[in-house]
């Protein structure tokens, strides 16, 4: 590696602007679209569309972050759909655009001399969809909201892989039907969750009825909707009709008479409230609010956007756009990726690996699955957090701490619930939280399996897969701390749940210990974590990696918090506790020193490779640290990380391979994993091994391209640690301790550099191959 240590020699004026960088990652089709396998999304705040047009007509489906029903299905809002007489979108020419800058999608259409607009946006600080209609002549615009949850819905078979039964429903499971009328000019609609949920059947199932009213329950007493208004619009009956296999009725409202602006609303509202007159209050504000002072309510939302861009961006050969060759398509789909993010950006629930807001029909993504736009494979409520994980990593260097707010709010949500159940099942301190989580706390009721033998301990899934797997929280610990070292945030309301999950491993395996035999610590003094597992792979671990690495790095974090955090007793307990966490465990693979995955196992059952969870997310190894050589050989040799390679999905080599320096390897897949998806819109990949849009392939994507540009150690900045000197790049990220780095490469040559704040400059080190 060739070290260029800085100053380095600075050409600002070299440096496109990335306004202008941004502007050629905007997305524009110049047909309508065949289906809604073929949209674009939009959105906000914590509202999803996809947009598309079809036959003439413009559409959106409406989702919004939290909308579960009893079943803890992620329901859909419905979907709008817009016809205008005279018609420039049937057999004219035609136009859409996701702009980016703006955050917004229109769609123009001339037919002969009529041209018309509709303007798509949502509010980033109010849950509020505008849609704007201008028209080159006097148009009628009609406007319908169409749902397919007008009758209650049986669900069987795949079908309830939307929601939290899964595979092994208990009696008849039925998707509720929603409550739709025009009310006041517009249409009002909401669901309104049963007084029964599957909340009741897991209490229930998993033993934990004696404490069920000290648990939290977010199904119970929700209700989610929204209206749809036009201004000058008016009823104007309803519509059926039939989208792809899913039967419909819609709504119509109407303009009242032709004219060249129409102005279109919808007003979303989620509460937990013990009426339906209660949510109607409630939405009615919020549309008021909508129509008091909206040019205000555009600035603001373009104002959010607007930073959002400034905070950080990716453009790789920024002067071969027009070609679209694959390295450029990986960061303009970083871009794109990093845009669906945002448009969760404030949700009360966290962006879902497995579609995030921007699920359309299944039978899109699987021909066989024959179901309604509500469904979505690995459910709406279960939460999977080796998959979550990998959307939220990528956060911290984007300098978008501030959305992992959902994430992190989730999970101190469900504190308590964790809690009670280590507490009920084993009587000592500590939560206990699940690989897949529902919004609840518990584990998911088809996972923790209804067919037991009726000695199991309760507290334990009964599934080959998720037994013992309990580490993953660690990462979402970390995450909560490295707020502070990026951003500045005070982290002090995260230490209670950081210290719950690690205060778990202390006393759970010291009271497994102690049921096996008299010691509750082994010969050196250290815990024994066995039972364990490493990822879902390898079973019945004996002190498995991951979890070490977890354990270690979280506590050495902690104890480097500054002084004002934690008094001294905690940090005496703090410290204490990591020197009763074992060593890693290392075996020989084709003659090389490596890492091993636990010090034994059972079984392989699955395909990750937790021997380079130290690598990743835990950074024990990596360029510029110790013991490079080891990691390197654990990626390159060890015959079940090379078996288990690939790009699709969560798959993470590519971030290893950067995180080592491996430079070809890391670009290589890093390419494939953020090239063009092959569905007409390029970051809607999937569905991997979850679900399409497959949020936890783009997220592992944008990390391993942060990672190939910029890696820490301490205070030292790597850059371009594992960049090829052929790829030309603009780029800014964020690094700990506040900094921002930004850096133009042309032509092999580090051209611009700029670092926030200043005397930070010191601590960065170019490395280019």
Known sequence: ????????????????????????????????????????????????????????????YIAR???????????????????????????????????????????????????????????????????????????????????????????????????????????????????????????????????????????????????????????????????????DMQPAGTTSGQYLNTPYTGWKLQSRAPARTHSITVALHTATVPTAPQWQQGVQQT?????????????RTLTWWRDYWQRSFIYIQPDQAAAHAPEWQAGRNYQLMRYMLGCNALGQYPTKFNGGLFTYDPVLTDSTLKFTPDFRNWGGGTHTAQNQRLVYWPLLKSGDAELLKPQFDFYLRLLQNAELRTQTYWRHGGACFVEQLENFGLPNPAEYNWKRPADFDKGLEYNAWLEYEWDTVLEFCMMMLETERYAGHDVAAYLPFVESCLTFFDEHYQYLARQRGAKALDGAGHLVLYPGSGAETYKMAYNSTATIAGLRAVLTQLLALPPRYGTPAQRQKWAAMLGRIPALSFRSSQGHPTLAPAQSWERVNNTESPQLYPVFPWGFYGVGKAGLDTARNTYLYDADVQKFRSHVGWKQHNIFAARLGLTDEAAALTVKK????????????????????????????????????????????????????????????????????????????????????????????????
């Open 65 to 231: 972050s939290g909308t579960f029903d009893e079943n803890n299905s992620l329901l859909k809002l419905g979907r709008v759909r817009l016809h205008l007489t005279p018609n420039p979108f049937d057999k004219g020419t035609f136009k859409q655009q996701l702009a980016l800058q703006t955050g917004d999608v229109t769609l123009t259409g001339t037919l002969g001399r009529t041209t018309a607009q509709v303007h798509i946006w949502v509010e980033v600080l109010r849950p509020v969809v505008h849609v704007e209609v201008t028209g080159s002549e006097k148009l009628t615009v009609e406007a319908s909201y169409e749902s397919w949850r007008t009758a209650d819905r049986r669900t069987t078979g795949k079908e309830n892989n939307q929601n939290s039964y899964k595979w092994a429903p208990q009696g008849e499971v039925k998707t509720r039907r929603d409550s739709i009328r025009f009310r006041n000019q517009g249409v009002e609609f909401f669901h309104q969750n049963q007084p029964q949920t599957v909340f009741d059947a897991a209490v229930r199932q998993q033993g934990l009825d004696g404490i069920k009213a000290q648990l939290y329950n977010p199904l119970a007493g929700l209700i989610f909707g929204g209206v749809l208004q036009g201004q």
């Open 287 to 299: 549309l008021a609010a909508a129509h008091q002072n909206p040019k205000a309510a555009r600035q």
């Open 1 to 60: 590696m060739l070290l260029l240590f800085l100053p380095i020699f600075s050409l600002a004026s070299q440096a496109q602007t990335p306004q202008t960088e941004l502007a050629t990652h905007n997305i524009t089709w110049t047909t309508p679209s065949k289906n809604a396998g073929e949209s674009m999304p939009c959105g906000g705040g914590d509202i999803g569309l996809n947009v598309w047009a079809e036959n003439g007509d413009v559409l959106f």
């Open 674 to 769: 953020l090239q063009d998806s092959g569905r007409r819109f390029p970051a809607f990949w999937g569905p991997g091994y979850d679900w399409a849009p497959d949020h936890n392939w783009g997220g592992s994507g944008m990390l391993g391209l942060q990672e190939m540009l910029l890696q820490t150690d301490g205070r030292k900045i790597y850059l371009l640690p594992a960049w090829p000197k052929q790829w030309d790049v603009h780029f800014k990220l964020h690094a700990p301790y506040q900094t921002t780095v930004e850096c133009e490469v042309k032509d092999g040559k580090v051209q611009v550099l700029k670092v926030w704040p200043e005397a930070r400059r010191a601590d960065v080190v170019v490395l280019l191959e």
